[in-house]
């Protein structure tokens, strides 16, 4: 494992950017695409360039679009009854989208509306402090920065794609430059609760999951991301969770009902493996993601009298949340 920030900065560096040759065995048709395009530079310790794709728009450049996604954040807003208990929270997450260097799109919008029902979700248990939060696939790291804004004892584990890692593990340095952060790094390696403890940040590749498997977390959350991954993949993953999710502990899972990746894989919500003894506490359609503004049409969107109203798209399928206690292994 390395301790140091920028010791890990080159481990990942070199490992997914400058010697990984083809895709990540892990990465789904989809990604090995996608993260063909980040362009990330890193010299003697220091990120020199950093621009991500397909995991967020935080980055977004076009004015148009900047503008179309406020409106976009304000519909889903005013028509939110429970809206003022929102504010502070939205107000955290757009602060923390200009410390991310960008701005608070939709993609921003969204997570900070699916933490805040996190947040419900974690009142009802008595977990302290210090609660070990597992993000699988945080794309830019925004949601793992949201919540050590709002619940700075989190201890926050990352597990994600070594390439799009990087990012996050950026990200959450240039926010709170002083965080305590641990990386894991070879295969093998098996991190205890206590070797956490103290820490803030805590990396993981996906290819090196199995470091984790002595720990014990109390929320698990994979937003936007297991549709897009390979059932392989998918099954890793519950298989861990159902190992180390601690006692009535949840996971939080928002990802669309149906999705063809461009391999021609089509991956399915109801095709996770989840077992009938899993407690199911919540699940329905995502009511913060049923729709988003944008300069580019895609193939669906809002029609009135059969035409088409611009900018208005829906995703190309339904996105389902759901809320479980899994049932251990
Ligand atoms: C569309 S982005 C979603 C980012 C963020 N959760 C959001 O809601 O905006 C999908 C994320 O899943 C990650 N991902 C893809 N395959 C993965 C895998 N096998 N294991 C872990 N993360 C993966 C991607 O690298 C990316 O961070």
Known sequence: MVNNEKGYGEYLFSKYYEKLEGPDSHASSHWSDYSSSFRVDFKEGETLALEGFGFGDMQERSLPNRWLARLCNFSYFIRDPHRKEKKELLRIGKELAVEMDGYFSFDCFRQVYSFDLIMKQLKNLNIGDNPRILIIGDGFGFLSCLIKKVI??????????????????????????????????????????????????????????????????????????????????????????????????????????????????????????????????????????????????????????????????????????????????
């Open 152 to 329: 700075p004892g989190a201890r926050i584990i990352l597990v994600d794609l070594g390439k799009t890692l990087f990012f996050q593990y950026y990200y959450s340095g240039k926010v709170f430059p002083d965080a305590g952060l641990l990386g894991v790094s070879s295969n093998g390696e098996k991190l205890s609760v206590r070797d956490i403890e103290e820490k803030d940040f805590i990396f993981c590749p996906a290819d090196l999951t199995d470091a984790l498997e002595e720990l014990e977390i109390d929320v698990a959350v994979n937003i936007h991301s297991m549709q897009e991954m390979t059932y392989d993949s998918i099954s890793g993953y519950f298989t861990l969770l159902r190992k180390i999710m601690a006692e009535n502990s949840f996971f939080y899972c928002c990802n669309r009902e149906k999705k063809e990746l461009v391999g021609g894989e089509v991956i399915e919500f109801d095709n996770y493996p989840w077992d009938k003894e899993d407690k199911i506490l919540l699940d329905g359609y995502c009511p913060w993601c049923t729709y988003f503004f944008s300069t580019a049409k895609t193939k669906y969107g809002a029609k009135v009298m059969g035409i088409r109203i611009p900018f208005v798209n829906y995703f190309d399928g339904p996105i389902r949340h759901r809320v479980a206690i899994l049932k251990k292994n």
